[in-house]
């Protein structure tokens, strides 16, 4: 079932390990990108997209795993990127965002702030997966230094009304690309304090939905959601329904896209939809692919 997921993952692995061009990546196609690595690179600029983009991961994985192939992607389309693994525990550095929440989040404060101030941007774009979608919600709402600092934030599947428990253990082992003996030596050793508040009813999920706005002002809000999530269910809870988000379906744009949760970090039609919400293009046309199956 992860066949491809895994294979995706082990390419990029070796592009990163081994310095391959980005072109030998089979199912992205390049020009000459804003940045030429997933390192980040503060010096990159870019006229066309001068707003730099921050990509935040999904539970169990690393700023090098998850969204890390959307990110070669958007280099490839001249836009300055930016990742970082947040809420790893000591010992455990290949095991992201499995500290609680709101520490996450204060990690993720800070490099806004950083990205903002090193590459001396007057805005910042901030997206996320899974678990760091919710964070593209939290970090805003309780962090309200770097709202200035952001223009656009696109969340990718948020479990934005919590999931179930089970749900996030598969999240840790796959999103990952982790051994379930390494998620269970990790939980076993320093818990996971991020799980406990996603489920539904979770302290970060009542903290989320408190009753006051979500996004907030000066803040363009898209969230990406697939009818075929198996893991933040029912499938409507992602959405932010305030004035001004904009909600959008996989399948409202590509219609035959059976995309899962752990797919949409690597669905090429998810990845244009994100495009989109970055270009404040919402209507654009792209060719749908069949999608990626991954679940």
Same mark, same amino acid.
């Given at each position: 079932?992860?066949?491809?997921?895994?294979?995706?993952?082990?390419?990029?692995?070796?592009?990163?390990?081994?310095?391959?061009?980005?072109?030998?990546?089979?199912?992205i196609q390049?020009?000459?990108?804003?940045?030429?690595?997933?390192?980040?690179?503060?010096?990159?600029?870019?006229?066309?997209?001068?707003?730099?983009?921050? @990509?935040?991961?999904?539970?169990?994985?690393?700023?090098?795993?998850?969204?890390?192939?959307?990110?070669?992607?958007?280099?490839?389309?001249?836009?300055?990127?930016?990742?970082?693994?947040?809420?790893?525990?000591?010992?455990?550095?290949?095991?992201?965002? @499995?500290?609680?929440?709101?520490?996450?989040?204060?990690?993720?404060?800070?490099?806004i702030q950083?990205?903002?101030?090193?590459?001396?941007?007057?805005?910042?774009?901030?997206?996320?997966?899974?678990?760091?979608?919710?964070?593209?919600?939290?970090?805003?709402?309780?962090h309200s230094?770097?709202?200035?600092?952001?223009?656009? @934030?696109?969340?990718?599947?948020?479990?934005?009304?919590?999931?179930?428990?089970?749900?996030?253990?598969? @999240?840790?082992?796959?999103?990952?690309?982790?051994?379930?003996?390494?998620?269970?030596?990790?939980?076993?050793?320093?818990?996971?304090?991020?799980?406990?508040?996603?489920?539904?009813?979770?302290?970060?999920?009542?903290?989320?939905?408190?009753?006051?706005?979500?996004?907030?002002?000066?803040?363009?809000?898209?969230?990406?959601?697939?009818?075929?999530?198996?893991?933040?269910?029912?499938?409507?809870?992602?959405?932010?329904?305030?004035?001004?988000?904009?909600?959008?379906?996989?399948?409202?744009?590509?219609?035959?896209?059976?995309?899962?949760?752990?797919?949409?970090?690597?669905?090429?039609?998810?990845?244009?939809?994100?495009?989109?919400?970055?270009?404040?293009?919402?209507?654009?046309?792209?060719?749908?692919?069949?999608?990626?199956?991954?679940?």
């Amino acid at each position: 079932m992860y066949g491809q997921m895994f294979t995706r993952l082990y390419t990029t692995y070796s592009v990163l390990k081994h310095k391959h061009p980005l072109s030998t990546i089979p199912f992205i196609q390049t020009h000459t990108p804003g940045t030429s690595s997933l390192i980040n690179d503060f010096s990159c600029k870019s006229d066309s997209h001068p707003n730099p983009v921050i @990509l935040l991961h999904g539970l169990g994985a690393t700023g090098y795993e998850d969204i890390n192939v959307l990110q070669y992607w958007l280099q490839a389309k001249d836009y300055c990127t930016f990742a970082r693994t947040y809420g790893a525990y000591d010992g455990f550095p290949f095991l992201g965002g @499995l500290k609680p929440i709101a520490e996450s989040a204060s990690e993720i404060a800070k490099y806004i702030q950083e990205v903002a101030e090193k590459t001396g941007a007057e805005k910042v774009d901030v997206v996320g997966h899974s678990e760091g979608a919710l964070q593209t919600l939290y970090v805003p709402k309780f962090h309200s230094e770097v709202v200035p600092l952001i223009d656009k @934030l696109v969340a990718i599947a948020p479990p934005t009304r919590g999931t179930d428990f089970a749900g996030l253990y598969k @999240l840790a082992i796959d999103l990952g690309n982790n051994t379930k003996s390494v998620v269970d030596k990790a939980l076993d050793t320093v818990g996971c304090q991020a799980c406990s508040e996603l489920v539904t009813g979770g302290e970060a999920i009542k903290k989320l939905n408190d009753g006051g706005p979500i996004a907030q002002e000066g803040n363009s809000l898209t969230v990406i959601a697939s009818k075929h999530d198996e893991l933040v269910t029912p499938v409507e809870t992602s959405f932010v329904h305030e004035e001004g988000v904009s909600n959008v379906w996989v399948q409202d744009k590509c219609r035959f896209d059976i995309v899962g949760h752990i797919g949409e970090a690597y669905d090429p039609n998810v990845w244009n939809l994100v495009k989109n919400a970055l270009d404040d293009t919402p209507e654009r046309d792209f060719i749908c692919v069949i999608g990626s199956p991954l679940k």
